[in-house]
């Protein structure tokens, strides 16, 4: 069987292959899914560090600017620590959101592909 | 100085207790009626749990992983609740009530190894395992010396941390109800037996949920109490803690000093996470990828308001009982949670405050005998020994005594260790996870020429550096074996552990290239990525 007869009729131009496990591993889609998947970890990954680590290094090197006031006798320290935790689930959240609506469906659409 | 170990001994520390004011009494340290009351209840209500789930409790899959039936907010429960102990609810809320914002800098650095457990390892985990981290690890390299080496490095996190658990769960019980430190570790190695050797995963999946419901209520009850005092305003409270105790109890101490130390242990609390093989093992406990995500969200969350809510607790608990009685009743401050919890709503509060506590420190006791009996039936047993060959019966049945065997030690080095200053083997527990654990467990997902030797050399060497530098720094070398100076001049040695568990498997995999592992690389991505073929 050659390979254009083992790719079934397109429909808008999209091939609806059977792949095989090779065939699959080698697709360009696969490779943006797996390479995509790890450029967003990296960047989350990056922004985590700068949130807590940005903190402890104020905490550190800058302890006076944390100790300003902000309010009668609140300190800017304390929201700033709040912040830092607040921060880590919301980079969490922001993960699992793009994971369901961009990377789940994709692969979905590519397990599809699979030669059953 | 900033780390887990300074912490936890300055909590069992020795220091000067001021006279405290005459008219202040509590109940603590004698058994009362609803403190022993809700200690029963708790103990029934979880053996209870694990009659049922003894009944479903027949194959491996259940004993290791609940049968893959925990759902993702279940789960998340579960991560939370092994992972807030009560050092973490008792510890931190003292050091807020005895040091002010230094303990609120402590509580930020304990949530953000979730977030980097989700990016880096929690779906390829679930998709690439069975039951434990060395499955992944082990994956597509040679079995044998790979799972001793992975063994190794799970046995030992897990036992240093089972120790700090004990001995603390000794001094904890003895403060609240009196008990003796013997009977204390007895009953503790008992009834977290019985959970884990009749009811396996789903009894002590349950026990943490349960656990993590009670803690989180009863610290969000104590935080509304407290600032019902102060008209539920947090301004009110912190004005109330200066008045009482300076503005610098709102200011950063002496905890952070040095950057390279802060680093070094905002690593290990980060990384070390990845490498707690109790805490990857529930895991492998939902049904797939996209559930295990979702639990890390909760648990994420979970986890992130218990910090939060916390410092006002201590907060409160420094204006309300008095930083004076606090360290009278315990030296360390563990008791500041528990006292202002009497304060706030009598006798009653107390007890269940205390009960939740001795719940706490049963139901990670018990994940860690899990993980750590795991580490021996199934990574050593099951594919070393029996070359990855057991009938389900022999499956259990090895898991079983090695559960038993692991909860004997875990009762008899409580015991062996008391009075002993632990503080350090929490520091060494992460210190160990993050250069021996998870090093190697990354490598193996995402590093396609990493080799069998290579994830073996890592996880040595990450265990050795990791825990020679300990033995040779401040905490082990001076204040415990009481050398003039310390030969390691950090308390966290893990920036340079890690770094060296890394060189290691990257250098000795290229040394010692393997053309299968390579192949396998890349069709496991096909379960890596998509989850085909996941377990």
Known sequence: MTDAARNVSTIKGEPRAHKSVHELLESPDFKRLVSKRWSVSLVMLLLLFVSYYGYILLVGLSPATLAQKIGDVTTLGIPLGIASILAAWVLTAVYVVWANRSYDPEVERLKGQLKS | ?535
């Open chain 2, 1 to 535: 100085m900033l780390s887990p170990g300074a912490v936890m001994q300055f909590l069992l520390t020795q220091t000067q207790a001021p006279a405290a004011s005459a008219a202040q009494e509590t109940s603590l340290g004698h058994p009362t009626a609803p403190a022993i009351g809700f200690f029963f209840l708790i103990v029934a209500v979880t053996l209870v749990i694990t009659y049922w789930a003894a009944k479903r409790t027949k194959t491996s899959k259940e004993f290791y992983a609940a049968g893959r039936s925990v759902s993702a907010i279940q789960n998340g429960f579960a991560l939370a609740g092994d992972y807030m102990s009560a050092a973490s609810f008792l510890g931190i809320s003292g050091m807020v009530a005895l040091k002010g914002y230094d303990g609120m800098i402590y509580a930020t650095g304990w949530l953000v190894g979730w977030p980097a457990l989700m990016f880096l390892i929690a779906e390829p985990l679930r998709n690439l395992g069975k039951f434990t981290f060395a499955d992944v690890v082990a994956f597509r390299l040679r079995q044998r010396p790979v799972r001793i080496a992975a063994a190794i490095g799970g046995v030992l996190t897990v036992l240093t941390y089972t120790i700090a658990q004990m001995v603390g769960a000794g001094s904890l019980i003895k403060l609240m109800f009196g008990l003796h430190y013997e009977y204390a570790e007895i009953i503790v190695g008992a009834v977290m037996l019985a959970y884990v050797l009749f009811g396996g995963m789903i009894a002590t999946s349950w026990v943490q949920i349960i656990k993590a419901v009670l803690l989180l209520f009863g610290v969000s009850l104590m935080m509304i109490l407290v600032l019902s005092r102060f008209g539920f305003s947090p301004g009110n409270l912190y004005e109330a803690v200066a008045a009482k105790y300076g503005q610098k109890a709102l200011e950063p101490g002496g905890l952070v000093t040095n950057p390279v130390e802060a680093v070094s242990l905002g690593l290990a609390l980060m990384f070390g996470l990845l490498g707690l093989p109790h805490i990857l093992m529930r895991f492998y406990t939902v049904p797939d990828a996209k559930a295990a995500r979702k639990s890390v969200l909760y648990a994420t969350g979970f986890i992130g308001y218990f910090y939060i809510i916390i410092p006002i607790v201590g907060f409160g608990a420094s204006v309300l009982v008095g930083r004076d009685f606090i360290t009278k009743i315990d030296k360390g401050g563990n008791m500041a949670s528990p006292l202002v919890a009497e304060l706030l709503a009598g006798t009653p509060f107390l007890g269940f405050i205390a009960a939740v506590a001795f719940a706490t420190i049963l139901a990670v006791v018990a994940g860690l005998t899990l993980a750590g009996a795991s580490a021996y039936s199934h990574d050593i047993y099951v594919n070393v020994i029996k070359k990855g060959h057991a009938t389900e019966e022999e499956q259990v049945k090895a898991a079983k005594i090695a559960t038993v065997v692991f909860g004997l030690f875990a009762v008899l080095l409580g015991i062996l260790f008391k009075g002993q200053n632990v503080a350090y083997m929490v520091g060494l527990t992460f210190a160990v996870a993050c250069s021996a654990n998870f090093p190697a467990l990354l490598l193996s997902i995402i590093w396609k020429r990493m080799t069998t030797w290579g994830a073996v050399a890592s996880i040595l060497v990450g265990t050795f550096t990791s825990i020679g530098m300990i033995v040779l720094s401040q905490t082990v070398w001076v204040d415990v074996l009481k050398n003039p100076a310390p030969i390691f001049p950090f308390k966290n040695p893990a920036i340079f552990s890690m770094t060296a568990a890394f060189l290691a498997g990257w250098l000795v995999s290229l040394a010692t290239p393997e053309a299968e592992a390579q192949d396998k690389f890349e069709d496991e991505k096909l379960r890596t990525y998509l989850g085909v073929g996941a377990e």
